[in-house]
């Protein structure tokens, strides 16, 4: 078991290394300087990372680490509102399509995740801003929180932020940053919801097909129990490893979905740095948002093998 | 099913959550601008966007404009005196003026003669420790040639303040009325010296104006409170943030869903929509800048003035107008735009000598050049936007098609030539789209075998190309800093302005300079406005340039806000905004 965690973080740590070393190289190539050969640069390089310095913005003239830390949990509540979005609806959804399989339920909804994942995240975000925003008036067209607050950056993640202020307006700045967050979650959540949907039906379909399924069922416990206690159960950790990759995919599309809805986070920070040419900027956005999607892919990997005995199987296979 | 149901409960909570907090939203006014500022100091800056920002909600200055007469009017000096050679100018300070109490400074007096010098000592002696801080660089202050002008800012005692120049100047006090002459607080200068942090005086403001500022987030917003000790009285105004959002769609979609109150330079396809909505008002200033087709008059075939009279002679600025301005702007029929002219009615109303070829020019009185602004809602009626073909001005254009063909001709040009039109890539104040204007110009000249290509730079790139000189044509143009036809004149025309890159055409001629001086050292009014008028008609006469649109500069706003002033000549003011 040791074993097995200590080769995962072997991996995750040369994975990173290898991540710098890009990064390093393309800075190399761009801004060479003679008096030092790559090595010795790459070792400086780490050295500084190691310390936490990322090097100062050219723009700004305050260091990159600052700016690191306001703009990413911006970003991670993006995500997280997604994701918990695209489990809500996805895996309702995927069961249901599961139990209806190649009825009309099961056909609209697997049509409905062709649509939403091939729908571009720009033009399905423009769109709902018009219809929500422009012509019921239900919701703001962009941002993180209406600038009528003065809301002091504790965690940078909003909805916590306004609950922790001692002002009077602690609950509509809290139902504001929520109506904010509403339809940027909501875009960012659609590419993950068709692939939470497509999962959960197909592992859903494997374990009905099982016999202990059959067995409870032939006992006469009612369906609906079967499938919640024991096919849900067996089905998600089938599905996981597979959600855990989309965290890349997510990523991508946050940066699309705070440039369309002016999210102050990290995808939108890294669009504007490379428009003013902050080398300093792009190289630790760039860095940060390839560490979490590593970190975060690998971490999904070994909970799920942590938590699930079925998955323990590969912890011994990997040792032989 | 019902699954279904329970999931959108939630949605519609949050839509019906809808309520700022009241008091909170009545207290604050949103300002939705395209720009970040490139400096919190005016000194230092040129854009109209930074002087919105600052100019007048962090400072004030010695004088203001006076709203009606735009004559310099008394603001943080109480009254002056000129001496008859006009060489001294003495100043009164108003006491008890107070600079903002801020996290980075605490000021121990009010505001004294002191502070005045301090302000104006940095703009033209090299020896002072704040005149190379951030760049060195007043673009309006070596513009008018202030270190030439000023020979120095003398304290007489805590509250009088003396100039003394070199040589008179009739703009003087436009000079210190301007956006530009902000008053910095000499104490804070002598903090930030003694901590080693100079440049912090143009980064971290501190000023006597109307508000202070909170907090800047570069790119986001701007959030300023109100100052408590504010000399004047002010609206009831508590909070103004400035809501950084470069592109103008987003700016108007936050002015519909409410995000936004009031929003700068709607852009011209947009004005309609805006009208249109019951709870937006439309107000405009009327032009104080004017685009330009500037030929290079140092540069063959445009060197012969029959070839730029002819091409003035075809071009049909109207259809310019309603294309790229959608009609919400002038025809410019000279140089000036029509405030100038007023200016020059109201002196004397038989001086004023129409120097163009259409003799029916009437300015129109906007309301929006007086302050606070009203709404004029229906300030452009709908048969000005779509003209029909008018048979009489038909026959006037192909008059002047067969003259200019003449012209050509008489210059051994019948064939027609080759040239290319620079312009700028983005938009300016005086021209929203210039590509639009090059492709209207393109189809305009093709009846005299003139073809045009289209080269649309980048500012800076634009900008090293006229210092070059190298260019056929471009389209260019100017925003007056200030109530003043030499403004606009020297900047566009002077001989030293080829060197500045703002004289685009590169015409040069003593003569015109020297109407140009004369009417500098003259004080009365109406001498001058024949000066003017006289180099004008120099210009006019060898077509130095040739006068496109006099653009207007819009403000969309909520009818619920009451008493923003948009000033013709550089920034918006919120000093006097509430909320009903």
Redesign the interface.
Known sequence: MLLYLLRRLGLLISTLLMLTLIAFSLEFQLLSQPTQSFIQGYSQFLQQLLAGDFGVSSVSGLPVLGALGQYFPATLELCLAAFIISLLVGVPAGTWAALHLNRWPDTTILTGTLIGYSVPVFWLGLLLVMFFSLNLGWLPVSGQLSLLYEIKQVTGIMTIDTLLTDASYRWPAFFDALRHLVLPALVLAIVPTTEVIRQIRSALLEVLKQNYIRAALTKGISENYVILRHGLRNAFPMAIPTLGLQFGTVLTSAIMTEIVFDWPGLGRWLITSIALQDYAAIKAGTLAIATFTIVASAAVEVLSTLIYPARRRAIYASQR | MR?WLW?LLP?LL??G?????PQ??QN?L?YCTPSSPSSFNPQLVISTETLDATAHQLYDRLLTLDPLSQQPSPALATDWQRSDDGLRYRFSLRSNVAFHHTPWFSPSRPFNAQDVAFSFTRLADKQHPYHQVSGGRYPFFSAVNWAQLVKQVEVINEHEVEFVLNHANADFLHYLASDYAVILSAEYGAQLLAASTPQLLDQQPVGTGPFLL??YR????I?YHRHPDYWQTGGSLQ?L?L?I?PKSS?RL??M????CDAMANPAASQLEVIQKHPDIALSYAAGSNVAVLALNTQKPPFNDPRVRNAIRLVLNKNDILQAVYFGRASLAESLLPAPFWQQAELAHPSTFISSTTHPAISPTISPATNSPLMPTKNAVSRDQLAPFPDPEQEQEQEQQLVEAKNLLAQAGLSGGFKMTLLMPAGARAYNPDGLKTGQLLQQQLAPLGIKLTLRPLDEQVLRNSLLAGQQDAVLTGWSADMPSPDNILRNLLSCQAISAGTNASRWCNPAFEVELNLALTEPDRLRRHAYYQAAQYLAQLDVALIPLIHSRRHLAYRYSIAGLQLLPYGGINFQLAEKE
Do not use: I
């Not at chain 2, 959550?17 to 907090?21: A, E, G, S, V």
């Open positions: 699954l999931a949605a949050l839509a959550c809808n309520d700022k907090d909170l939203a604050s949103l909170n907090l570069p790119d986001e917003f959030r909070h943030v809501d959002t987003k979609a936050k519909l869903s409410g995000e």
